[in-house]
């Protein structure tokens, strides 16, 4: 992880906040003129103002990385795209990866879309998109639904190559101006999730918890499958007073009983089934036996039907309980039960590969001599886990581009997540090593503070996807709300949340042009903006139970803004790995 990493800080006029910006290529060469005009506006001669000073040093720079995007592609759009590894690189095993061989087929996954194909764009010669298709290297808006030609893709994504260490430097430092808007964003990991096809499992109830169902649950039998007394008391035919059956009683868990005459009683237990022709249940409390004569009576008026279940009551054999789609839950699994299952057909679990980069990472003691603690690779596996993944034990790669590819190549995971090393630094490898994979670039750079530096790609048609966080923690947990998480969702097949909104207590303050999610508390009704929210920082989100999410400019105290929910602070969904 570099400086870069997570939302470096270029120098800004004052009063104006660019959390999360990464410096605007300056490497570009200038000509006579350019210079010539920034020698002019530093000279006494001319007297300006702190804001025309701003905007003319903004249109410099934007000029100055139109210069160096016109560079880069001038420079790929000479040499032929790559569309596989690089001769002499270990090729990336294109092949889905494998599931349980208890895997069945899935009526829900004959809906989904199969992945987009990745047909590789020559950038710089290719024709004009057709209207409402984004142009190469700009992410689209999104992916082509289910059973539709999913060729809008190709033109969504960037195809990334190598063909030189200064067109791929190139690549990565002008991204900052193809920035995709956060909700954009949010919605392609969705859809992206979904074009994956699905795969079943018939898990034992004992091993469902926290999967989603890929098949719906009926109802085996009616529930309940016989009438049963609700309560304990007496059952009793006809009007009163009844007279007084001897032995014990009916108790539940016993097979067909005799008809009631009328007129009579007998004790009964709740859950007990009621015998033929009987008129009510009555409670304990609500009854007095006579013992001298062998009469019961009721305190209260007896109703028909009372405190009896009836056959049927909560379902009948053939209805749906839970569709496609449900979380399974701990009710889900006793719902399950009590209609007769002994196994769920259910998605597996995403399967997720952490790769924590950064050679001043440290796993244990004080920061000291320039090293400092990782604090990414504790809390993502156990945070993946809540959004019902399986994680495997973070892998410490330092800021070594061959252990990376090595890292990605080997992967068999759905989704990998890198951290750090999204910028444009020195030792910035993500970006070189997916131009040397061929893969495809689908999010590079995302207009949201903090985490503008991360990136959604995907490996090798129908493969793995990878998400690049940023390496300060805070702009990780926006990339991983804002890529990972509806990613997951989609590979896993849950249904999204309603989004839902909450006036704000106080104004927030929000960037000039990107969203900034925000961690808050609710109280009261509304939600409390929390300090300590620079991208580097976890105290402020370690008292949060959500992210506010700010439009552009900020909004005033009592505006509603969208809330993120985080995992441990949503009852749904539920998954046993919540809090470990």
């Known amino acids: 992880m570099t400086a870069q990493d997570g939302d470096a800080r270029p120098p800004r006029s004052p009063g104006v906040e660019r959390d999360g910006d990464a410096p605007p290529n300056r490497g570009a060469r200038?000509?006579?003129?350019?210079?010539?005009?920034r020698v002019e506006d530093r000279t006494p001669r001319t007297v300006r103002t702190a804001e025309e000073d701003r905007a003319a040093r903004e249109k410099r720079e934007a000029e100055e990385e139109e210069r160096a995007v016109a560079q880069a592609l001038a420079l790929v759009a000479r040499q032929p795209q790559v569309a596989h590894p690089v001769s002499g690189s270990s090729g990336h095993d294109a092949r889905p990866s494998e599931r349980s061989r208890d895997a069945v087929p899935v009526s829900a996954a004959a809906a989904a879309a199969a992945p987009a194909s990745a047909s590789a764009e020559r950038v710089g010669s290719s024709p004009p998109p057709p209207p409402g298709i984004a142009a190469p290297g700009i992410a689209a808006p999104g992916i082509a639904p289910s059973g539709q030609d999913s060729s809008a893709l190709g033109a969504a994504h960037r195809h990334v190559s190598a063909p030189s260490a200064r067109g791929a430097a190139a690549s990565s430092t002008s991204h900052t101006s193809r920035a995709t808007p956060w909700a954009e964003a949010r919605a392609l990991a969705e859809r992206l999730g979904r074009a994956a096809p699905l795969a079943a499992l018939r898990l034992p109830l004992d091993r469902a918890l926290g999967h989603v169902l890929a098949e719906r649950v009926v109802a085996l039998t009616d529930l309940p499958p016989f009438d049963t007394s609700a309560m304990d008391g007496w059952v009793v035919a006809g009007p009163g007073p009844w007279s007084v059956q001897e032995g014990a009683g009916l108790l539940a868990g016993r097979g067909a009983v005799e008809r009631l005459p009328d007129g009579e009683a007998s004790?009964?237990?709740?859950?007990?089934?009621?015998?033929?022709?009987?008129?009510?249940?009555i409670r304990s409390e609500h009854a007095h036996a006579d013992e001298a004569k062998g009469l019961l009576h009721a305190t209260?008026?007896?109703?028909?039907?009372?405190?009896?279940?009836?056959?049927?009551?909560?379902?009948?054999?053939?209805?749906?309980?839970?569709?496609?789609?449900?979380?399974?839950?701990p009710p889900v699994l006793g719902l399950a039960a009590a209609a007769g299952y002994d196994a769920l057909v259910a998605v597996p679990r995403p399967r997720v590969d952490v790769f924590v980069l950064g050679d001043e990472l440290l796993t244990a003691?004080?920061?000291?001599?320039?090293?400092?603690r990782d604090a990414l690779g504790p809390m993502l596996a156990p945070w993946l886990r809540a959004l019902g993944a399986e994680v495997t034990e973070p892998l410490r790669l330092g800021d070594d581009a061959e252990a990376l590819h090595r890292a990605l190549v080997a992967s068999d995971a759905d989704l990998i997540l890198t951290t750090g090393g999204t910028a444009a630094g020195p030792v910035d490898h993500v970006h070189p090593v997916l131009a040397r994979m061929g893969a495809e670039l689908l999010v590079d750079g995302v207009a949201v503070r903090p985490g503008h530096p991360m990136?959604?790609?995907?490996?090798?048609?129908?493969?793995?996807?990878?998400?690049?966080?940023?390496?300060?923690?805070?702009?990780?947990?926006?990339?991983?709300?804002?890529?990972?998480?509806?990613?997951?969702?989609?590979?896993?097949?849950r249904t999204a949340e309603e989004p839902y909104r909450a006036p704000v207590h106080e104004e927030v303050h929000g960037h000039p042009h990107d969203t900034r999610l925000i961690p808050v508390v609710h109280r009261d009704g509304s939600v409390l903006p929390l300090h300590y929210n620079g991208p580097a920082m976890l105290r402020g989100i370690a008292a949060a139970d959500g992210l506010a999410v700010v439009p552009p400019g900020g909004v005033r105290s009592g505006t509603e803004v969208e809330i993120l929910d985080l995992p441990w602070a949503s009852a749904s969904p539920w998954t046993e790995g919540c809090f470990t």
Do not use: H, K, M, Y
């Not at 003691?365 to 400092?372: F, N, Q, T």
């Not at 998400?467 to 926006?478: E, I, M, T, Y």
């Open 30 to 37: 200038l000509t006579q003129a350019d210079r010539a005009g």
């Open 455 to 493: 990136l959604l790609a995907r490996l090798a048609e129908q493969g793995p996807c990878l998400v690049g966080l940023p390496g300060n923690p805070l702009a990780a947990v926006s990339g991983l709300l804002t890529l990972a998480e509806p990613l997951l969702r989609g590979i896993a097949g």
């Open 300 to 329: 209260r008026d007896v109703v028909p039907g009372q405190d009896i279940r009836p056959r049927g009551q909560e379902c009948r054999s053939g209805d749906e309980l839970l569709p496609v789609g449900t979380v399974v839950t």
């Open 365 to 372: 003691g004080l920061p000291r001599e320039g090293l400092i």
């Open 267 to 281: 004790r009964i237990a709740t859950g007990a089934r009621i015998p033929a022709d009987a008129t009510a249940v």
